[in-house]
């Protein structure tokens, strides 16, 4: 129920962020939405536009319909690591002071 009311928020501020074009904010609250919505149990995630593959969408399935909005896709491409070193940086990240 918390996360509910708290992705509510976040897509006013996605609204609100737009219409100033902050996108920078916006896609951080995009970002939120997304993990809020699958911690509200409604289904969310990301797909590419094959019309503009280089820019993912992010959707959100709300009661009252779908959402989407499109964002930057990550800059770097894949270093090519592996599972183990995926793992292995997190636990020096982590471990780090």
């Known amino acids: 129920m918390k996360a509910t009311m708290e992705l509510k928020i976040i897509l006013q501020m996605i609204k609100q962020a737009d219409e100033l ?3 920078e904010w916006r896609n951080e609250f995009i970002y939120s939405a997304v993990y809020l919505a699958v911690a509200s149990g409604l289904p ?3 797909r590419i536009d ?5 820019w993912p969408v992010a959707f959100i399935e709300l009661p009252t319909g779908q959402v989407s909005w499109h964002v930057p896709q990550h ?3 894949w270093d090519k690591h592996t599972t183990e070193e995926k793992y ?3 636990k020096a990240f982590v471990e780090v002071g």
Do not use: L, M, N, S
């Open 75 to 77: 800059t770097t491409p």
């Open 21 to 23: 074009q902050k996108y």
């Open 88 to 90: 292995a940086r997190i």
């Open 50 to 54: 094959p019309q503009e593959p280089e």
């Open 44 to 46: 969310a995630g990301f």
